[in-house]
């Protein structure tokens, strides 16, 4: 059905406007969260995970963007770059931190994970959304 395609754009890119948002809310409660606590490093853990998450996260955004508007065949080198280096990144600090011992690798880990967790929250708004059109329908 072309009109509920085209219905759905919109709501698809609103969505994928809002992802980032959570992903920075969870970062921020998460972090805030965690000192509260009084696990300081552990805070610091988690804050750089989800930065590195979040940049990663953005950057594959980016990239497949770049690569869905893309004209001809090639594949720019930037998007080449991104897509490499959000790898190279993510095992970087893990790598850091795991060998200096500088901070709680599973600290890390978690906010790794804060782009999952806005995902699921961006997707749990929107099956709501969807029920409540459906009931009103």
């Known amino acids: ?22 992903m920075l809310a969870i970062a921020v409660v998460g972090t805030v969260a965690v000192l509260a606590s009084g696990h300081g490093r552990a805070a610091a853990g988690f804050a750089l995970g989800a930065a ?43 790598f850091l931190v795991y060998q200096t011992g500088w901070l ?11 782009p999952a967790a806005g995902v699921l929250i961006e997707s749990l708004g929107l099956l709501g959304e969807g029920l409540r059109r459906r009931g009103a329908a």
């Open 1 to 22: 059905n072309v009109q509920a395609e085209m219905t759905q754009a919109p709501d698809l890119a609103r969505a994928e406007a809002r992802m980032p948002r959570w």
């Open 52 to 94: 590195s998450g979040v940049l990663g996260y953005l950057w594959l955004h980016q990239a497949v963007e770049a690569l869905l508007n893309a004209t001809t065949g090639l594949v720019p080198r930037r998007v080449i770059a991104k897509i490499t280096l959000r790898y190279v990144l993510t095992f970087g600090v893990i």
């Open 104 to 114: 709680p690798v599973l600290a890390v880990i978690a906010g790794l994970l804060v």
